[in-house]
């Protein structure tokens, strides 16, 4: 328990503070729309559904908002360098911005849900009125337009009887707009569930930007008015509470209490979204414009089980361990930009990233390399992105775990604390490594077996044999690769990866492993991807 | 973009149309609203589609995530044959249902989500896509009876041919034979594990 706190507290004061907000601006419009004398007589009409429905759209505006802000990728990795004074909890925050859009798009959800439903029951409520013949209070309320001089005073948008609801909703900007925004949210949703995202992710990239749709109709949903409340010129003459009882009587011409008069509420969402759309259209041209700088490749690599290296260059790019860049391909996809972790080390003169053929886009691109007789496509590149992962070279002892395709900032921090190492550099610390390394198969990964193989040789070469232990957990083994290993098991170096260090199969037993390294060290440093 | 099976997308979206279309039919029953009766309706249309949707398809390649507790539904889903089957009579159904729910606002949003789903799977059924159950293999039950097998008849140490009748005690002596078969050991053989 004690380690979750240390581990995840910034993330619940984050997570209580953007909740206590959403429920603050609720309660407050809430109770201004269920209590205020300018809306007294709308709410004669509406009963309390007006305040839900305002209550839940001034939510929305604030989510919709922030929903805007954890995608600005530039804007976070400029946040993250410019607070390197900051501590690295705070920053790490950053690296969870895609968690955070994600539970504020289920917050919009959930208010568009209340704000449809209580907005139903608000034109249902004011279709009766209109309807109703009774001489009530509401149904006065409803006629008022047709008996004003000034034609914009009226309270009840549906303005004959015989209107149906359906009718107002499409010949009203709300309604519209409302519709579609609504259809366009629903349409982002489907097609962002994890599902169809990672099987299918041109589906949701291509979808998702109808957001262009649902912030220019959210800007210019309110801009009808159709929320009355009462003016304060009305209010000073007529006040609700000395007037509302003599309704009846506001016909007369020696009443004190004249028909109130009523404005609509000038649009407010645009207030709120219009300074993050900004710094996301800014977002988006950084990204076009860091995307037509040149990139270099000055090294093609194929590597078994269809992985391509590709070793690049571009003019102003410094990188750390552990980040990633954006790749895009503009032969294959204008618009698709897919992230891939560096596996080249900051010391190098190039940077490199290893692609593994895994869908339509990957395997395009490496089909794209292996054509002999064409020039080869051009690459743009974004970034690099995330959090360093520099604190390992803070720890006399590093223990790095990395779990099949998580091995791959594993391979820049190794190569890294290599260069280190050999410039006898001071910052680095690190005198012995346990590196565990878990995955199904090592097929797809025999070009980071063959870094491990290359690192065990230098070692060996410089007398430092035991700087760097690692283990390999095969965990797709059967009893075929257990029984090949047993007949091998005499054999100086592992059949499978022709390491030194024998591999083993199934899961490592994690209590174990810490127990044995913590006897033999007092302070340790962890990392896992 | 040529991977793309849309019958997924498809199914997703009808899954939440049906989800909308029960949402907006309850508030306008409950509410009493004018022309209540599509409300109704549009509950029992939504619970339809939400049951005809809930069991996700097998996708053409790769592994499927079965949603949680789809195999009862399957077997259902799986017995209606063309309905559920090809996706052009799935397109049109889901067109049919969604009209009548278009005449209420509170599930007007519905309709239009159905709507869309529809022409998804139209698009799905003219990819040649269809809807194939997520069956859970049979488990193979090892034959533990099966992998005994008899042991050798004629084990070594075995003499040779010429001298089949005639068994050499040298040979006899050497090693460990398996006990049992028709094999008689002139020799008492012990089994020495090392």
Known sequence: MGNWVINYWLSVLFLATWLGLNVFLFVHAFLSYEKADKYFYTREILGSALAWARASARCLNFNSMLILLPVCRNLLSF?????????????????????????????????????????????????????????????????????????????????????????????????????????????????????????????????????????????????????????????????????????????????????????????????????????????????????????????VVKHPSNVLELQMSKR??????????????????????????????????????????????????????????????????????????????????????????????????????????????????????????????????????????????????????????????????DTNIAGHATLNFDKATDILTGLKQKTSFGRPMWDNEFSTIANAHPKIGKAAC | MGQIEWAMWANEQALASGLILITGGIVATAGQFTKWGFGAYSIAAGVFVCLLEYPRGKRRKGSTMERCGQKYLTRVVKVLGPLSKNYYVRAVLHLGLAVPAGFLLATLLGTACLAIASSIYLLAAFHGEQWTPIESKPKERPQVGGTIKQPPSNPPPRPPAEARKKPSEEEAAASAAVSGGPQENPVLVVDEVV
């Open chain 1, 79 to 299: 946040l993250r360098g410019t607070c390197s004074f900051c501590r690295r909890s705070l920053r790490k925050q950053l690296d969870h911005n895609l968690t955070f859009h994600k539970l504020v798009a289920y917050m919009i959800c959930l208010h568009t849900a209340i704000h449809i439903i209580a907005h139903l029951f608000n034109f249902e409520h004011y279709s009766r009125s209109r309807q109703a013949t009774d001489g009530s209070l509401a149904s006065i309320l409803s006629t008022l337009s047709q008996q004003e001089k000034d034609e914009d005073s009226w309270l009840n948008p549906i303005q004959s009887p015989n209107m149906t609801v359906e009718h107002v909703t499409f010949t009203s900007i709300a309604g519209v707009t409302g519709v579609i925004i609504t259809i366009a949210l629903v349409l982002m949703v489907t097609s962002a569930m994890e599902f169809i995202r990672r099987s299918y992710f041109e589906v949701f990239w291509y979808t998702h930007h109808i957001f262009i749709i649902y912030f220019i109709g959210l800007g210019i949903h309110g801009i009808g008015g159709i929320v009355r409340g009462q003016t304060e010129e009305s209010l000073n003459d007529s006040h609700p509470h000395r007037c509302a009882e003599f309704f009846k009587q506001w016909d007369n011409h020696d009443s004190y209490c004249k028909h109130p008069r009523f404005e609509g509420l000038p649009a407010e969402s645009w207030k709120w979204i219009l300074a993050t759309g900004i710094l996301y259209i800014f977002e988006r041209i950084l990204r076009f414009y860091r995307s037509k700088q040149k990139v270099v490749i000055t090294k």
């Open chain 1, 316 to 477: 102003g790019f410094s990188m750390e361990v552990g980040q990633y860049i954006f790749v895009n391909c503009p032969s294959i996809s204008y618009l698709e930009w897919h992230p891939f972790t560096l596996t080249s080390a900051p010391e190098e003169d190039f940077f490199s990233i290893h692609i593994r053929a895994v869908g339509d886009w990957t395997e395009s691109l490496i089909r794209a390399f292996e054509q002999k007789h064409s020039p080869m496509p051009r690459i743009e590149v974004d970034g690099p992105f995330g959090t360093v992962s520099e604190d390992v070279f803070q720890y006399e002892v590093a223990v790095l775990v990395g779990a099949g395709i998580g091995v791959t900032p594993f391979a820049s921090i190794l190569k890294s604390i290599w260069y280190k190492f050999w410039h006898a550099d001071h910052n680095l610390k690190t005198q012995t490594i346990y590196f565990y390394w878990i995955c199904r198969e090592t097929g797809a990964f025999a070009w980071f077996s063959d870094l491990l193989a290359s690192l065990e040789h230098e070692m060996e070469e410089l007398g430092k044999v035991d700087f760097l232990n690692y283990h390999l957990f095969l965990t797709g083994w």
